[in-house]
């Protein structure tokens, strides 16, 4: 068995077997071309998501925390304070809660999630408007198909800022590397810079910008500083949870409260 790489559709090659979910054996395959690792054949997904977030993930709340940093420095250097937003994939809300908390007009994207936390703020189609920034936190490796899924995205915006740990190299068994994430059987595709460059070829984009976790597809001109944040997220949290107290400044809680309160109470134009 063989299937093409995802990012970049060269003929995969087998790599190595694992099992998921404590009872499905699995076959990886690895691309002679940009070396990413891929699950050729992940029938089980449909169990692995009987919860949307998988039960593992108990540092949900800490990575939205820093991410939420991490997004405001980028978007502080892009100069981007007055644009619109999109969280995809975004889960229960939380990410888009902290950043409207911080003054950023952000909405949310994912049908697999409830959303429990930016409630109204919830874009239905990602493909119907444009952004000055879309962020995919912790998405890429759950992706069958990146460039499908990713492209009404990347149609979407000039600025696409997301996560995925990169493989190390060499590229380690299953049983050797946490983030398989073989108990819960959701990370499926698994990349290296490379895969990322040649992903962002192929959604048309003009690059990427990596470190070893955060990574930002970009069309046009992108400041150095920006790139050395996107290289150096340690970096990028720390700015950014020194500019929180002054992002506080153009919060948009108190607004969102009145409009809740105005949806309540039968306000059809409240949002």
Not at 48 to 74: E, F, K, P
Not at 123 to 151: K, N, W
Not at 155 to 165: I, K, P
């Amino acid at each position: 068995m063989t299937a093409p790489c995802r990012a970049c559709e060269t003929p995969t090659e087998r790599f190595a077997r694992g099992r998921v979910l404590g009872h499905v054996e699995v076959d990886y395959g690895s691309c002679p071309a940009c070396g990413l690792v891929m699950a050729w054949d992940p029938t089980w997904l449909e169990e692995a998501y009987g919860d949307a977030i998988a039960t593992l993930d108990v540092g949900l709340l800490d990575r939205c925390q820093i991410l939420a940093s991490v997004t405001a420095s980028v978007l502080r250097s892009e100069r981007l304070r007055s644009g619109r937003f999109l969280d995809w994939a975004g889960g229960y809300g939380t990410l888009t809660r902290l950043m409207r908390d911080r003054g950023y007009d952000f909405v949310h994207n994912d049908p697999m999630a409830v959303n429990l936390f930016a409630e109204g703020h919830d874009v239905a189609d990602p493909g119907t408007e444009r952004y000055d920034l879309v962020t995919a936190f912790e998405v890429l490796e759950h992706l069958t198909d990146p460039v499908g899924a990713l492209a009404p995205l990347a149609a979407s915006t000039d600025r696409l800022l997301t996560t995925t740990q990169v493989l190390p190299d060499p590229a380690p068994a299953p049983t050797d590397w946490d983030y398989y994430a073989l108990e819960s059987g959701q990370h499926i595709t698994f990349y290296t810079p490379r895969s990322l460059e040649r992903l962002a070829k192929r959604l048309g984009f003009d690059g990427v910008v990596t470190s070893s976790l955060v990574h930002l597809f970009y069309r046009g001109r992108l400041s150095p500083l920006t790139r050395a944040l996107v290289q150096r997220p340690a970096v990028s949290y720390g700015l950014g949870h020194l500019a929180s107290l002054a992002d506080r400044r153009h919060s948009m809680l108190l607004s969102d409260h009145d409009a809740v309160r105005s949806r309540l109470a039968g306000d059809p134009t409240a949002s």
